[in-house]
């Protein structure tokens, strides 16, 4: 069952809900109304909650201005906005990529408390200038509030907060390293995570889902970075598979299957090769069944390989996180690794990279 569905779109951006949505709205409509009820006894029995019910839309309306304040500074930086969803604790804009300097990072990260700051003044000017009182005036006073305190609360440094955003982008900027940035800021985020769950012990039942939603989601962060550190410090060459399936294209088929096939691999993909051991072509394991045996001393690997794009390769100096990147946007699961001058070191496969990872990874004791 899908929790989110679709609701319209703002601007160009598909807009959704998550059914969680639906319980806060609940809530606070109740405990607004409930509240209204007692202040405004004149109100009677059923427009408290229309007023309450009205008041948490009104939240949700602050919730998504503050997500779309990051959406148009995003698309200003030619990201794509993907979708924005509220849910139980606020809302998510889903950017289809980061911004590609710690400068434009820091602007979409604090364009959404911006935006809330902005209303939190609008709301204010309304409730003092206008001549509206009672429970309208308690209303705009009340989103007034919730939108400073939207504010305030997501420029705390830590992801996945707007604040941990900022910090982010400001440790970026120092050491040129955006994974270190969102190290740095998922720690801010672990601490946070757990001081609200801590308090939510003794007081707020809410601070402790607050919490573990924060902490949760830094601690995927905190995985998140450590591994693309780690592939940043490594290169394609460290990856390249071990006895990467790769034959002479002079070799007759014979000599293939003794050498390679018999007894001795499971590949079903061989890249081939010239004697200056240049990629020339791709040869299927499968595709030497057509040729009798009796012909395999004769017919050449050469005779039986397909062309194969010499342009969609790495590098062996190449950073191992931009050919993760790269298996991503291809959706492939192995690339050949070539010089510049041509020579074809080998194949690096996408399982083969999670191993490497694993293995230099800290074993921790029993």
């Not at 939207?150 to 707007?162: C, E, S, Y």
């Not at 970026?172 to 672990?190: D, F």
């Amino acid at each position: 069952m899908n929790s989110t569905f679709r609701v319209g779109s703002l601007f160009g951006i598909p807009f959704y809900l998550h059914i969680s949505w639906f319980l806060v709205l609940g809530l606070i409509t109740w405990d607004y109304g409930r509240y209204l009820a007692a202040v405004f006894p004149s109100l009677g029995s059923i427009a408290p909650w229309i007023l309450g019910l009205i008041t948490a839309l009104l939240l949700f309306t602050s919730v998504l201005a503050h997500e779309l304040g990051h959406s148009f500074v995003a698309i200003k930086q030619g990201i794509d906005v993907k979708s924005i969803t509220l849910f139980l604790f606020g809302g998510l804009a889903n950017l289809d990529q980061e911004s590609k300097t710690p400068g434009g990072a820091f602007l979409v990260a604090i364009a959404g408390p911006l935006v809330s700051l902005i209303l939190c003044v609008l709301f204010t000017i309304i409730a003092v200038i206008s001549p509206i009182t009672g429970p309208l005036s308690a209303i705009v006073q009340m989103v007034a509030v919730i939108n400073l305190a939207l504010a305030v609360f997501n420029l705390i440094p830590g992801l996945p907060l707007d604040g941990g955003n900022i910090l982010k982008a400001l440790v970026w900027k120092v050491t040129g390293n955006p994974y270190k940035g969102i190290l740095v800021a998922s720690r801010g985020g672990q601490v946070l995570g757990i001081l609200a769950i801590i308090s939510g012990i003794f007081g707020s039942f809410w601070n402790i889902l607050i919490g573990w939603f924060v902490l949760a989601n830094a601690n995927q962060s905190v995985q998140y970075a450590k591994v693309q550190i780690k592939l940043a410090g490594l290169t394609a060459a460290d990856a390249v598979t071990p006895n990467s399936p790769i034959v002479l294209g002079q070799l007759s088929l014979r000599e293939f299957a003794n050498n390679y096939i018999i007894g001795k691999t499971t590949w079903s993909r061989f890249l081939v090769t010239d004697d200056a051991g240049k990629l020339r072509g791709e040869l299927v394991v499968e595709d030497i069944k057509n040729v009798p045996t009796s012909h395999w001393p004769q017919v050449e690997v050469k005779e039986l390989m397909k062309n194969v794009s010499s342009t969609i390769a790495v590098q062996p100096e190449q950073s191992l996180l931009e050919v993760a990147i790269l298996f991503e946007q291809l959706k492939v699961q192995a690339l050949p690794v070539i010089r510049d001058n041509g020579v074809l070191v080998g194949l690096i496969e996408k399982a083969g990279i999670i191993r490497l990872l694993e293995m230099r990874s800290p074993v921790k004791p029993a």
